[in-house]
């Protein structure tokens, strides 16, 4: 049973390119997690999607950044016009149901701001 | 504001010492306090506490919550190389999805 594979693993974009990075939760999963973690800092939640459907995108910027999780595909974490704070490894994460408490999370995609 | 607070930041120590890794939470509507270890990629779950005073073990890490006065405990006994890596806690609380993390303690084992 394969777990939560992101791609790609690693991304370098220069400032203001688009950056777009993939989740496919484990099987059976139908909720998605993406956290951004900073060099030296925690992991920041970002936004919760079930299929087709965002749920709480309370820690997602306002502006440049937006998620789906279409009914066919991975999650899609999309960052336009990158800039070099933007840098950091993103974590996609996923659970069978609400309210489970434990996340599987993926490798993470790591992206670099030129 | 919500906060998950780990300590120390950073442990170096030698193989076979005993650990205790701290975490201290101020939370509303607390749920639950979770435990995961990072080595360079995916984080993996350790424990998942909700109740005060009851030990979750598994091998030689163990952990604890005390609900009362905030914060948690995570115990590795007889510490190997392979435990080295970054120590998450995590909390979760009621009304919402999100987990709110600390920022790890770092843990070097060295043979």
């Known amino acids: 049973n394969a777990g939560v594979m992101q791609n790609p693993r690693h991304l370098v974009r220069r400032r203001g390119q688009e950056a777009r990075l993939r989740c496919s939760p484990m099987?059976?999963?139908?909720?998605v997690y993406w956290y951004r973690q900073l060099p030296e800092e925690g992991l920041k939640f970002m936004v919760y999607l079930q299929k087709e459907n965002i749920i709480d995108e309370s820690g997602m910027p306002k502006e440049r950044f937006s998620a789906e999780f279409p009914k066919e595909g991975p999650s899609i974490l999309r960052i336009q016009q990158v800039v070099r704070g933007d840098s950091a490894a993103y974590f996609c994460a996923s659970s069978p149901a609400r309210n489970t408490g434990e996340l599987f999370f993926g490798e993470g995609s790591r992206l670099t701001v030129l | 504001e919500d906060k998950v607070v780990q300590s120390p930041l950073s442990l170096v120590v030698h193989e076979g010492d005993t650990v205790t890794l701290n975490c201290s939470y101020e939370v509303t509507n607390f749920r639950s306090l979770l435990w995961y270890k990072q080595e360079k990629k995916a984080p993996t779950f350790l424990f998942m506490l909700?109740?005060?005073?009851i030990e979750k073990k598994s091998g030689r890490l163990s952990s604890i919550l005390d609900k009362k006065e905030l914060f948690s405990i995570l115990n590795i006994t007889a510490t190997q190389t392979g435990d080295s890596a970054v120590y998450l806690c995590a909390v979760e609380w009621g009304g919402s999805e999100k987990l709110v993390f600390g920022k790890g303690t770092k843990l070097t084992v060295n043979p």
């Open positions: 909700t109740s005060s005073g």
């Open positions: 099987k059976g999963h139908s909720h």
